[in-house]
């Protein structure tokens, strides 16, 4: 009889508009690494927010160590002996490594805060870890990866029964992903029951005992990992073949339109340079925190670069506000549509509109009326799926959010579009148009730049690939030579 | 299995922010609730009509058409300056520093007023030197508010403290000039007295609002003010000159305080540096009446001149009730506080409508 | 760079306002040497130790995310109704306390309203505070009627003119608020919790710190300190007043960032804000000195502050293009 540690019995959950878990069943046994794969949206998060309080079901139990359990928040969750390693970080970072590992629960000695001791243990615990920083540095001091790993070391200070990580590894080098290997397979000898969560397959074969894979809100198939191969992994997540994944591009590849010379930003990015030509999608790969955020950024006049050159259509142009990028006929969908690409409060019109308001005048005043109508014309070309423009951006879903962006910027006509995740919290059906999208606008003779952490996808649809690891190139790759391998090791050579 | 509806409601899907967080849920509403987004619309106009109804009925001499002019006329410079906070406001930010600066530009239209120079000047020219004068100081205190602002990428915090240190120097240098002293009037009967009289006043205050809302709505600034208050990061990354909207925006705001300076001695007939206190207090007031939200992003002028009127209606109802001046301080703050607590629920139960 | 070096220019990039202010006090001393006299001394410190418990609470207040600008009505507020409660109570020790537990109640009262509409409403601090402070200024007017209230308690005189070792004991009533409030936030849970709270309210609340408790006793201390503080300047001036300690607040606020916290929250210390209180009330002895008074004074008051909280804001914000 196995002893199962944790039960999910199904499990449904339903958002307005979409059902985001559906009879979803979902076992772990004791002492065993579990994996759970599935693409962005599939319903990996909301079953781990379930299981950490911050959703409730609306149809299902949950049985932890055989005992049924009603998990209200995340502290309830933490007093049965539930961890989560959240993918954002929840430190503060004015406060020290030690003070955010003894987050309300500092010790006390005589009633008073014992900071001696606190940092003692801190850094004891720190080192048996195999982390390499101190207990006394502030969380604003550390890099990515660091913070990174406090996070997993907040959940590992704490006696826990089961412990989920979400995309784990997301910001660590390779030196740091053997660390926390190490980690796991110790947590497994003393009995803790991982749930790792990744799109890395190659870490879901090297750790884990069981996969489970979720796919559109509904568990496709579980088992031991060994009965699986990478390709049958990927075909259940995806739900077709993935050969057809990426849309064949057809089209010449001009002339140079942007030079990028030795871009620096210090402390986040070096000597960075690469050409951009027309008609083409050039990818940038590398790990979270490679700096590629950072170019984008720098080429855009959202933030300021210390050393290079920009060349535009081979003129050279020194490029100081948002304004001027979009002037030099450069644009940028940013990381992040729900914060800084999107007004969710206002309506598809507002936000289309926003980047080229001389094209709504009529004479030198905004026509409502030629608005809506341009507005309209660009949404039904990209096949913006909504009952009415009037409707807020916050309405939308993913897919059509993201959409509405990219309308944003062809209502400029710019040349040269940047895209920070293009695909990040789409699902699949949504992907698939914006890959036709991008392929679409190079036809027409726009540049692209795709960032992408997806690996599958940045290689698929570039014509050329680089790649940056720790802020600088460290190299270029043709489509031919683009192999998951290379890249990688590229993106992860230091 | 779709459980049926009961009879008098509809199926409103909320977002609700509980704790800082978002939970989603589903839940059936009354008609009743309803109402409230619709209430938020027309209250305004009820407001009106029911203030005016019940002050009429104490004092029937309240719905005459003089007295209906006299409050517009009382309220006129609130009026102007109210528009400039709406500014100020729709574009994130607040200035606490119009008091002073309409105790200033009163003192110093007083100043040129009075003065044996331009007394020999024709009447009319010297009236549009001190309108002048008068909004270019304005507009100078705004520039440098706006200067600051745009500098250090402010936001409301920043916009808060910035501008009230600014309303303390400029509420010194107004009173440095005077010296402590109580100017009154002594102009000559002229173009400038006329500013004071009669409709004039509230033809200021119109024009001032149209000038203002059209902007607003039909302008790449007005649009680019909206989107600042709302989200000033999209803003930028839409590739919007956010420093320099910002700029403009508490600029225009100065320049309304300044002309309001101007009309406020015209109507008044003196001034003193006292002659600002309370106003950027008033024009909040007015503007989070009018239904513009303190976060920024939304409103309009046309509101906040609605707003005007039912301040203007309120206060003075006050008044004949009775109500001393004191007392009506405690109005307005309570007023500020229901106006953006109402606001804020408003806020929090973001309604999605999903078509059904 | 030996590591005492890189220390010194980390202090000197991170605190220019600091030293700005140490440069203008020392210009001071430079331009009237007669300024550093035992007199000023002792009269600085006791401008210091009045609004300084006020400027603590502040402080605690800025590193936790909220703010208080209904300080200055508090303030005037605890003037007038204890000096009342003086008046109508009688001259006996009891009856001073008693006047000044009731003041204090009442203090604390509009603390809680504050809290209350922060949040439980969430309004934010700036506005709903502005707003209280109105209401609790018309309502002081219209208590008083615009008249200064005095009090004539021979145990107020003692407590204001005392003196133990030279020093007042007003001072020593500052100096113990400091250890007090310095302790809480060094080292108690509670005040670590609110140093979490400004850093990341979010991490906190999921790390189990009950972010709305927190915030609510910031407001409920903020009230305690103004009345308090308003306690104090009684005893030394022996009467209330709406007029006195308008700006209250803002200095309060300058005091803090002067001494080097950041009003984004989540880092700081009480100990620098005595620091800055100093100055600034250095500055201020120092420009009456000078000779300036009335509104050049005020003026140039207003300028100090507006360059203290641009040059913060400037250095604190997040958009560097």
Redesign the interface.
């Known amino acids: 009889m196995d002893d199962f540690i944790l039960e999910m019995h199904h499990i449904t959950k339903r958002f307005p508009g979409v059902v985001a878990l559906n009879d979803v069943s979902f076992k772990v046994r004791r002492g065993e690494i579990h994996a759970l794969v599935g693409e962005n949206g599939a319903g990996k998060s909301t079953l781990m927010k379930i299981l950490n309080g911050v959703y409730q079901a609306d149809e299902g139990s949950i049985v932890l160590n055989g005992e049924q359990t009603i998990i209200r928040n995340t502290n309830e969750a933490k007093a049965k002996g539930l961890g989560l390693v959240f993918q954002e970080f929840n430190l503060v970072n004015s406060l020290s490594v030690a003070e955010n590992l003894y987050i309300n629960r500092l010790t006390r000695r005589h009633g008073r805060v014992d900071w001696k001791g606190i940092y003692k243990e801190a850094q004891q615990f720190i080192d048996s870890l195999g982390f390499n920083f101190n207990a006394t540095d502030k969380i604003e001091e550390l890099s990515a990866a660091q913070r990174q790993l406090v996070e997993i070391a907040k959940v590992l200070a704490i006696k826990m029964d089961l412990i989920v990580m979400d995309e784990p590894t997301s910001s660590l080098t390779t030196t740091e992903t053997e660390i926390l290997y190490k980690i796991i397979k110790n947590l497994k000898q003393q009995g803790v029951s991982v749930i790792y969560i990744s799109h890395k397959l190659e870490e879901v074969f090297k750790l884990s005992d069981t996969t489970t894979i979720i796919r559109d809100g509904e568990v496709v198939d579980s088992g031991p990992t060994s009965t699986f191969t990478r390709n049958q992994i990927v075909e259940k997540m995806v739900g077709r073949s993935i050969d057809t994944e990426f849309p064949h591009k057809q089209c010449e590849i001009g002339e140079v339109v942007l030079k990028v010379d030795h871009i620096t930003r210090n402390g986040l990015i070096e000597d960075i340079s690469f050409e951009l030509h027309k008609g083409e999608i050039l990818g940038f790969a590398g790990l979270i925190g490679s700096g590629r955020t950072e170019v984008a950024e720098a080429i855009f006049g959202a933030e300021p670069y210390d050393k290079g050159v920009i060349e535009i259509q081979g003129k050279k142009v020194a490029i100081h506000s948002t304004h001027q990028a979009k002037q030099e006929s450069i644009g940028l969908l940013t990381e992040d549509r729900k914060e800084t690409g999107l007004v969710l409060a206002y309506n598809l019109i507002w936000n289309i509109t926003i980047t080229n308001l001389d094209k709504v005048k009529n004479g030198r005043f905004i026509s409502e009326k030629k608005e809506a109508k341009l507005a309209a014309e660009l949404s039904k070309d990209l096949n913006i799926k909504t009952p009415s423009l009037k409707q807020y951006a916050i309405n939308l879903s993913g897919g059509n959010q993201q959409k509405v962006v990219f309308a944003k910027w062809l209502f400029s006509d710019v040349d040269i579009l940047i895209l920070d995740e293009p695909t990040r919290g789409i699902d699949v059906g949504a992907k698939y148009e914006i890959y036709l999208l991008m392929n679409r606008l190079a036809e027409q003779g726009k540049a692209i730049i795709m960032i992408s952490s997806e690996l599958p996808e940045v290689i698929g649809m570039s014509d050329r690939l680089v790649v940056l690891s720790g802020g600088r190139k460290m190299g270029e790759l043709s489509h031919e030579k683009a192999t998951p391998e290379a890249v990688m090791s590229l993106a992860v050579s230091n | 299995m779709r459980r049926q509806l009961p009879k008098r409601s509809c199926r409103l899907q909320f977002q609700i922010e509980r704790g800082g967080r978002y939970m989603e849920s589903n839940v059936i509403v009354s008609r009743r609730k309803k109402l409230i987004g619709v209430l938020r619309e027309w209250g305004l106009v009820f407001s009106i009509i029911i203030i005016t109804v019940i002050a009429t009925i104490i004092r029937p001499a309240f719905l005459s058409g003089q007295n209906m002019l006299n409050i517009l006329r009382a309220y006129s410079t609130i009026g102007i300056a109210s528009f400039g906070m709406a500014y100020a406001v729709i574009g994130g930010g607040m200035d606490l520093s119009i008091g002073s600066t309409i105790s200033l530009t009163a003192v110093i239209t007083m100043l040129i007023v009075n003065s044996s120079t331009v007394a020999t000047v024709a009447p009319a020219s010297a009236a549009l030197l001190v309108l002048l004068v008068g909004i270019l100081i304005g507009a100078t205190i705004g520039a440098i508010n706006g200067a600051i602002m745009a500098a250090v990428n402010g936001k409301l915090a920043e916009s808060f403290i910035i501008t009230y240190a600014m309303q303390i120097v400029v509420g010194a240098i107004a009173q440095a000039i005077v010296r402590g002293n109580f100017q009154a009037a002594q102009y000559r009967s002229g173009l400038f007295k006329e500013f004071g009289i009669g409709i004039t006043p509230v033809l200021f205050m119109l024009a001032v609002a149209l000038i203002m809302q059209f902007l607003l709505v039909k302008t790449k600034f007005g649009r680019s003010l909206y989107f600042l208050g709302s989200n000033m990061s999209a803003a930028k990354m839409a590739g919007l000159k956010v420093r320099k909207v910002r700029f403009l925006a508490h600029t225009i705001c100065g320049m309304c305080a300044g002309l309001a300076g101007v009309i406020v001695v015209a109507r008044v007939g003196s001034a003193s540096v006292l002659q600002g206190q309370n106003y950027e207090l008033d024009a909040l007031v007015c503007v989070a009446i009018g239904g513009t939200s303190l976060d920024g992003g939304t409103g309009s002028i046309m509101r906040t001149l609605l707003g005007v009127m039912v301040v203007g209606f309120m206060m003075t109802a006050l008044n004949i009730l009775g109500v001393q001046s004191n007392a009506q301080l405690i109005v307005r703050g309570a007023i500020i506080v229901s106006a953006v607590a109402l606001d804020v629920l408003n806020k929090n139960l973001k309604l999605r409508e999903v078509a059904q | 760079m030996s590591n005492k070096r890189a220390g010194l220019n980390k202090f000197i990039n991170e605190q220019p306002v600091l030293l700005l202010f140490v440069f203008f006090v020392l210009i001071m001393v430079v331009i009237k040497p007669s300024f550093v006299s035992i007199n000023n001394v002792k009269n600085v410190l006791i401008d210091v130790s009045i609004y300084g418990v006020s400027a603590l609470a502040m402080t605690i207040a800025i590193i936790t995310g909220a ?1 208080d ?1 209904s300080l200055s009505a508090n303030f005037a507020w605890g003037q007038i109704f204890f000096c009342f409660l003086l008046n109508s109570w009688g001259e006996t020790p009891g009856a001073m306390l008693a006047a000044l537990v009731v003041m204090l109640l009442s203090c604390i009262l509009v603390g809680a309203f504050n809290g209350f ?1 922060v949040v439980f ?4 601090a ?3 505070t ?10 002081s ?2 208590f008083t009627g ?1 008249n200064m209230i005095s009090t004539s308690n021979p145990y107020i005189r003692m407590m204001g003119r005392g003196t133990f070792l030279g020093l007042s004991y007003l001072t020593y009533i500052f100096i113990g608020f400091v250890l007090l409030a310095y ?1 809480v936030m ?4 509670f005040g ?2 609110l ?2 709270t ?12 009950n ?2 408790f927190s915030r609510f006793s910031i407001f409920l201390i903020l009230g305690f300190a103004a009345g308090i503080s308003g306690a104090m300047f009684v005893c030394l001036m022996r009467a209330g007043s709406v007029l006195y300690g308008t ?1 209250l607040a ?1 200095t309060c ?1 300058a005091a803090t960032v002067v001494g080097g916290t950041p ?1 984004t929250g ?2 700081g210390s009480v100990l620098r804000t005595v620091i800055g209180i100093l100055l600034i009330y250095v500055l201020y002895k120092g420009l009456a000195f000078l000779g300036l008074q ?3 004074n ?2 140039i ?3 100090v ?2 360059t203290v ?2 040059l913060d ?2 250095m604190t ?5």
């Open positions: 703010f600008l509409v409403l969430r309004v934010h700036f506005i709903a502005m707003a209280t402070g109105i209401i609790l200024k018309g309502f007017l219209v615009g302790y060094t080292f108690t849970r670590r919790g140093y979490a400004g850093g990341n309210r979010k991490a906190a609340e999921l790390s189990g710190i972010v709305n700006d803002l606020v009003l989540g880092k009335g509104y050049y005020t003026m008051r207003g300028l502050l507006l909280v641009s804001a400037f914000r997040k958009d560097r293009w």
